[in-house]
């Protein structure tokens, strides 16, 4: 007896540690982004697919063992970064042309209502066998060059002042005034 309590007892201990994702534990918007993952990878010369495409492939995936009512809608409206959200409010996706989507890259457009919000399923949220996608994305999607543009403004116009002075710019500049 008390050795089944032993080992019921560090059963338990190292369960607590295993990270395991159940198929109804998968979000809707997860199962869109590896659905469109898969497309992206298995036809690397497409820059996108229409939303019937990528519910497609969910349901092919068959991830959660049927294809589930959200798939679609969220791969139309709630995944897409550069739509309002509605309520959804993802960045998983593109809109690249009506009806059409490709993953979100960080250089992306988005609303502005969709700041901050998720672009990448966690990685211990997705089943184990999908997890290389999220380095496949990593290389994939590229690191942005800058996130603010005018930041990549910063040092461009550093020659034009090389020779000349403040002051003596503002002096040039008043040389004819009244």
């Keep these: 007896m008390g050795d089944a309590l032993g080992l019921l007892r560090a059963l338990s201990v190292t369960m607590k540690f295993m990270v395991v ?27 996108d697919f229409t939303a019937k495409e990528i519910t497609d492939r969910a349901e092919s995936e068959n991830i ?14 709630h ?11 993802y960045r998983m996706l593109v ?41 496949w994305y990593r290389d994939w ?9 005018l930041l990549a403004l910063a040092g461009t116009g550093r020659d034009v002042w090389r020779d000349e002075t403040p002051d003596s710019y503002v002096q040039r500049l008043r040389e004819g005034w009244a």
Excluded: M, Q
Aim: net charge neutral; with cysteine; hydrophobic share 30%.
């Design 21 to 47: 994702v159940a198929p109804h534990d998968l979000k809707v918007a997860d199962e869109v982004w590896i659905a469109t993952a898969l497309l992206h990878r298995e036809h690397p010369d497409r820059e």
């Design 64 to 77: 959660t063992g049927a294809l589930r009512k959200g798939v679609y809608v969220h791969a139309l409206l």
């Design 79 to 89: 995944c897409v970064a550069n739509l309002p959200p509605n309520p959804g409010r």
């Design 95 to 135: 809109e690249t042309a009506k009806g059409r989507r490709r993953l979100f890259r960080p250089e992306d457009r988005y609303d502005p209502r969709r700041e901050g919000a998720k672009s990448t399923p966690e990685r211990g949220a997705i089943p184990e066998r999908y997890r290389d996608l999220l380095d």
């Design 141 to 149: 999607a590229g690191e942005p060059e800058t996130a603010d543009p």
